[in-house]
């Protein structure tokens, strides 16, 4: 950047001026203020997003120790890490290996690590995927997209408030030497769900 | 601030449901995280049901389509702190900066 350009910041677009009126007029009120404002903004981007599942697996691709640790007793393998709470007690990762995928439904109600996965998606709150995920997943999966080979086998895990699973996809081939935060951005949440494989 | 309560707003559908991608909340400019952090908090803060800032913003895409989903969503904030009687146009021209603050 020159020294003129630092001098002369980009214009503020109207829509962006605006909220920042809005702000420093509450804020002058005493209704907001900035850090409890970013704080909210955290909260979406962190706790509500499947970012902190693709963050767990990212580390077990990375750290065969910690993999370990993860498929022996998972909460506490992801409390390391910073996360739990009510809604991510008893979790439970299973692994998918060449000749194994899993897939998770809660068949009851919806119950789902929020803590790891963020808020559900819409279907798998649909009484047509917790029906099918259990009766016909094979079928499921390919209406969804997702093909698994006949000599896959596909083993469905059904949560509860009890135990809430997560799945482990496998790392993708070509990856070797990127990073834990390059490997985090490839972890989707439909993979972390079994709705997903590559 | 309870969980439920931002759980309610993450979960909107519809025209007006956040911007996600792969599941996650996606904010292209930090004022547009604020936007949202100023919504919930203002209806938070004034006791208020979330339905009053979402059927403003179902209103503010209805009235132009085309435009960016987070430009309805600082037309809804700003008609809900107006119609609220937390601030008016010109209480709003005099606070808008003209430059961009230090992060």
């Not at chain 1, 509450?26 to 704080?39: C, F, H, N, S, Y």
């Not at chain 1, 809660?106 to 009484?127: I, Q």
């Not at chain 2, 339905?51 to 503010?60: G, H, P, V, W």
């Amino acid at each position: 950047m020159s020294a003129d350009a630092h001098h002369h910041p980009a214009p503020l677009a109207p829509v962006e001026a605006r909220v920042a009126a809005i702000e420093a007029v509450l804020t002058e009120q005493g209704l907001v203020d900035r850090a409890a404002l970013d704080e909210v903004v955290r909260h979406f981007e962190d706790d509500l997003s499947p970012r902190n599942g693709a963050k767990v697996i990212a580390r077990a691709w990375t750290d065969p120790a910690y993999k370990a640790r993860l498929l022996d007793d998972a909460t506490a393998a992801i409390a390391e890490l910073g996360y739990g709470g009510p809604e991510g007690g008893h979790m439970v990762v299973v692994e998918n290996t060449p000749t194994v995928h899993n897939l998770v439904v809660c068949t009851l109600c919806s119950c789902y690590p929020w803590p790891v996965l963020g808020l559900p998606p819409a279907w798998y709150k649909a009484p047509a995927y917790r029906a099918r995920a259990v009766r016909e997943p094979r079928v499921l999966l390919a209406e969804l997209g997702t093909r698994i080979a006949d000599d896959v086998e596909i083993r469905v895990w059904d949560s509860s408030a009890e135990v809430r699973y997560l799945v482990l996809p496998e790392r993708p081939a070509g990856t070797e030497g990127r990073t834990e935060d390059e490997l985090a951005a490839l972890v989707t949440r439909d993979a972390m769900i079994g709705v997903e494989r590559r | 601030m309870s969980d439920t309560f931002t759980g309610t707003v993450a979960v909107m559908a519809g025209a007006e449901a956040l911007p996600r991608a792969n599941g996650e909340f996606v904010f292209d400019a930090p004022w547009q995280g604020q936007a949202v952090a100023l919504a919930v908090t203002v209806v938070d803060r004034l006791g208020l049901d979330w339905d009053e800032f979402r059927r403003r913003l179902i209103a503010a895409i209805a009235d132009d389509p085309d435009r960016a989903y987070y430009d309805s969503w600082a037309a809804a904030l700003e008609a809900l702190v107006v119609d609220c009687g937390l601030a008016d146009d010109a209480a709003l021209r005099a606070a808008a900066p003209t430059e961009r603050a230090a992060p």
